[in-house]
């Protein structure tokens, strides 16, 4: 039986319907306006999204649904649960980043505070 994997959790207030967030988010093509710190470009693969980056090329795999805020994805070894939830006029973005395996302590604490960053760019973008 593998061990549990460290996990980190970040969320993120950002003033606009939970359905502008959300719809922002899932549409891939925007995450260069915002993770500018992993992704560099996206592109059509196939039925699927290829994203390049500082750790090259990654494919991301994403469950999406929309009707309760959930998005999850996988992309470079990380697995990671977003959720869109309403918090007053605005929104709540949470996101929780499960430890990549093989990835040393010191290593996911650095990349979770980049994608503490990135969430925060989100808002930037977005407001």
Known sequence: MKGLR???TH??????????????LTEVE????????????V??????WVFEGVEGELALTAISRPEVG??????????VAMRVLPNGDGSEVVATFLQPEGMQEREFEQAVNVRERELKALKVVLC
């Not at 925007?30 to 470009?41: H, M, Y």
């Not at 592109?43 to 699927?48: A, I, S, T």
């Not at 959930?70 to 697995?79: M, N, P």
């Open 6 to 8: 460290r996990s980190r």
């Open 70 to 79: 959930l998005f999850d994805y996988e992309l470079g070894g990380w697995s």
């Open 43 to 48: 592109r059509r693969d196939g039925e699927g």
């Open 30 to 41: 925007n995450w260069p306006r915002w993770a500018v710190l992993t992704v560099r470009r």
């Open 11 to 24: 969320s993120v207030s950002i003033p606009r319907s939970p359905h502008e967030v959300f719809s922002f």
